[in-house]
């Protein structure tokens, strides 16, 4: 039998916050674990909203690794599951021994089978039984040896009141977005392409859309979200706004009995505390996007199509699993970045998958004569890639955001020229990548290179996640510009850093 669940105007307007909550919230709270008052203030917080009944979790003992569920969606505590929708489904694994904390994104278009209901996509299981027949389902179709010793469902209704609370989150925005809700059954957006700051709606916008990409895009999306928060919000900010940050999280998340209690939150959050430097660690879900269906007969552009469903072959799910689990030593960690990157940037030739145009580039900086600094431009860009130069968005009329000369303030306010330069490799994939440039030399995003190399006689700063740049920045005395991977890191180590040695002053 086959029941998918229709996924609700309301569920589509809360796609992420979750992430975001657990880490800064949790990470809130590692300076009031010395103190038993203190933590059964934080244990008041989350006893706003009941516990989850009868969560299927595995109690960790104090000091050792754990598996977080974290759940987002529109559920309100108390009402019933079938009334709830979930599009966030991530594993987070702390182990005191690693030096990352590990992210894994479940696709909510996964098929699977559902135990008692058959073929569905897997966020239909929520909808159905809740987290307890969310996690049966995943035990059962992707990782049988999964065992979660904490599960978090975030109502995503927090989200924009958190983003503020933390001062808005600089973002590095691939493409324009742009929607129309009045012309489409999509959610409205209009967000720029750039290096820029994203408040409360805007940023939920951002990480919630999957109007012309997919599944496994806007999970790569809110990862990255997530990873610029942790890395711009300091110790100092979480301690200075602990209640405020705590009272948000509780108000909309329910976890399992035992984060009700101060042995639980004490066992969670000393492992928090120990974890907070660690870096972010993205595992890629090895998915498999299926065909899609045909649009319904006669229908219309205002028809929503029902999106595709994705799958995965049982190895490559074992060995993402067996990543997720994995512990990170540090040395290692630098040394295979550093391998990495430097077999990319060890050559001063061209990296093969290449083409020149900078005759594009400089119609582009042609276009950017407002910019307010030196626009430079690749010579070099991925081969049968396209310069989005003048593109109108979804609805005819609306102005192009490419390529785009504006101004980006800092921490203080202070402006700063800025401006970029949008390709695209894949639109139906989602894979943008872009240059950006600014007079701001010290943007959060720049905080922490894995490695510097010198190519050309050009110093380039080198930052990878996992293995795979995903951003190569370089120095002038003018301003600071980058290469931004895309999303989902396709561009391999050796074009990126290729790419970023043959940038050009191209007026």
């Given at each position: 039998m086959r029941r998918l669940i229709p996924r609700s105007r309301a569920g589509a307007l809360w796609r992420f916050a979750l992430a975001a909550l657990v880490v800064i919230a949790f990470a809130a709270t590692t300076t009031a674990v010395a103190g038993l008052l203190q933590v059964r203030q934080v244990s008041k917080y989350l006893s706003a909203t009941p516990s989850l009944p009868h969560a299927q979790v595995t109690i960790a003992d104090p000091g050792q690794?754990?598996?977080l569920l974290l759940i987002g969606s529109d559920h309100r505590a108390g009402t019933p599951w079938s009334s709830a929708n979930t599009d966030t489904m991530l594993l987070v694994r702390i182990d005191p021994n690693s030096s990352t904390i590990n992210l894994l994104s479940l696709p909510r278009d996964l098929e699977v089978q559902v135990p008692g209901d058959g073929t569905a996509k897997l966020n239909a299981a929520y909808s159905l039984g809740g987290p307890n027949l969310l996690l049966q389902t995943i035990r059962d179709n992707v990782f049988p040896d999964l065992h979660v010793n904490h599960i978090l469902d975030v109502n995503f209704g927090g989200f924009e009141d958190l983003v503020n609370a933390i001062g808005c989150v600089y973002t590095d925005v691939d493409q324009r977005y742009y929607n129309n809700t009045a012309v489409t059954d999509y959610s409205s957006i209009d967000v720029q392409p750039g290096y820029q700051k994203l408040c409360g709606a805007d940023a939920l916008a951002f990480v919630r859309f999957r109007h012309t990409d997919s599944d496994i895009v806007r999970n790569a999306r809110q990862q990255d979200f997530l990873r610029w928060a942790k890395d711009q919000y300091s110790e100092a900010d979480l301690i200075a706004n602990e209640g405020m940050l705590l009272k948000i999280f509780g108000q909309h998340v329910q976890t399992d009995h035992n984060l009700h209690t101060t042995d639980g939150l004490i066992n969670l959050f000393n492992l928090v505390a120990f974890s907070s430097a660690h870096e972010i660690k993205q595992i890629p879900f090895p998915a498999i996007l299926l065909p899609c269906p045909p649009p319904p007969p006669n229908a219309t552009s205002q028809v929503q199509q029902t999106p595709c469903y994705v799958t995965a072959e049982s190895g490559p799910e074992a060995a993402a699993y067996q990543k997720l689990m994995s512990v990170t030593p540090a040395q290692v960690t630098?040394?295979?970045?550093?391998?990495?990157?430097?077999?990319?940037?060890?050559?001063?030739?061209?990296a093969a998958g290449l083409t020149a145009d900078l005759a594009d580039g400089?119609?582009?900086?042609?276009?950017?004569?407002?910019?307010?600094?030196?626009?430079?431009?690749?010579?070099?860009?991925?081969?049968?890639?396209?310069?989005?130069?003048g593109v109108t968005p979804a609805q005819a009329g609306v102005p192009s955001g490419y390529p785009r000369g504006y101004v980006i303030r800092d921490q203080s306010g202070d402006p700063h020229a800025a401006y970029r330069m949008t390709l695209?490799?894949?639109?139906?994939?989602?894979?943008?990548?872009g240059v950006q440039g600014t007079t701001w030399q010290s943007p959060p995003i720049l905080g922490k290179p894995t490695e510097t190399q010198v190519v050309n006689g050009r110093q380039l700063r080198l930052y990878a996640n996992g293995g795979k740049i995903s951003l190569v920045a370089w120095d002038t005395l003018q301003g600071v510009y980058w290469i931004s991977n895309t999303l989902t890191d396709t561009i391999p180590n050796r074009q990126m850093v290729s790419i970023a040695a043959s940038l050009v002053q191209a007026r």
């Open positions: 690794p754990q598996t630098t040394s295979a970045n550093r391998s990495a990157a430097g077999a990319a940037s060890a050559a001063a030739t061209p400089r119609s582009q900086a042609k276009a950017l004569r407002n910019a307010g600094m030196p626009v430079y431009a690749p010579r070099m860009i991925v081969a049968n890639c396209t310069v989005q130069d695209v490799i894949n639109p139906g994939l989602g894979e943008y990548y």
